[in-house]
Antibody, heavy 121, light 109 residues
């Protein structure tokens, strides 16, 4: 079964750090680009960051650039998001999602269940 | 950056057809995907490449895309279809390529 399982969320004070992990199983992780998407309470989906299969291409949303770092370990079938200088507005459910792409379309075809990050003093 | 506009809410009676729109500048030239998110659950891809359905998605779900509007159509709506729906495109000209619409809450009356 294709599966993504996030972990590492929790309560952190403003200015603090947190590292999210996403464990992949049931597919060849090293051949897929991966993404982090977040959803603030009661709000819509917001793309956060993307990383290509070999980590050669990395993108960030403006809202997190310079504070968050995406990485992956293909040997461990794992995706990570290092979150530094956290702000209250980073409070959200964080999902990891697999990217399925071809010449025509880019889609997120597998999603984890998410991990909750709360930034509060 | 590319902007996708969705109505905040759509209501439909059971058994009827629901149409959820997604507006964008010349969106007909883009490939549009749609995600369904039920309360407390992760999003699920229901339509990709404008009108293709992943395996396991009922035929009641269909999509179209032309001009400045993409549309997700749900036929013979059931109570279980009540959810938030998001459109999404890939903006190849941007270093922020993933663009989501604001989402539409579908209410089954």
């Amino acid at each position: 079964e294709v599966q993504l399982v996030e972990s590492g969320g929790g309560l952190v004070k403003p200015g603090g750090s947190l590292r999210l992990s996403c464990a992949a199983s049931g597919f060849t992780f090293s051949t897929y680009s991966m993404n982090w998407v977040r959803q603030a309470p009661g709000k819509g989906l917001e793309w956060v960051s993307s990383i290509s299969s070999s980590s050669g291409y990395i993108y960030y949303a403006d809202s997190v650039k310079g504070r968050f770092t995406i990485s992956r370990d293909n040997a461990k079938n794992s995706l990570y998001l290092q979150m530094d200088s956290l702000r209250a507005e980073d409070t959200a459910m964080y999902y990891c999602a697999r990217e399925k792409s071809d010449v025509i379309t880019h889609k997120m075809d597998v999603w984890g269940q998410g991990t909750t990050v709360t930034v509060s003093s | 950056s590319y902007v996708l506009t969705q109505p905040p809410s759509v209501s439909v009676a059971p058994g009827k057809t629901a149409r959820i729109t997604c507006g964008g500048d010349n969106i007909g030239s883009e490939s549009v995907n749609w995600y369904q998110q039920k309360p407390g659950q992760a999003p699920v891809l229901v339509i990709y490449y404008d009108s293709d359905r992943p395996s396991g998605i009922p035929e009641r779900f269909s999509g179209s895309n032309s001009g400045n509007t993409a549309t997700l159509t749900i036929g013979r709506v059931e109570a279980g279809d009540e959810a938030d729906y998001y459109c999404q495109v890939w903006d190849s000209s941007s270093d922020h390529p993933w663009v989501f619409g604001g989402g539409t809450k579908l209410t089954v009356l």
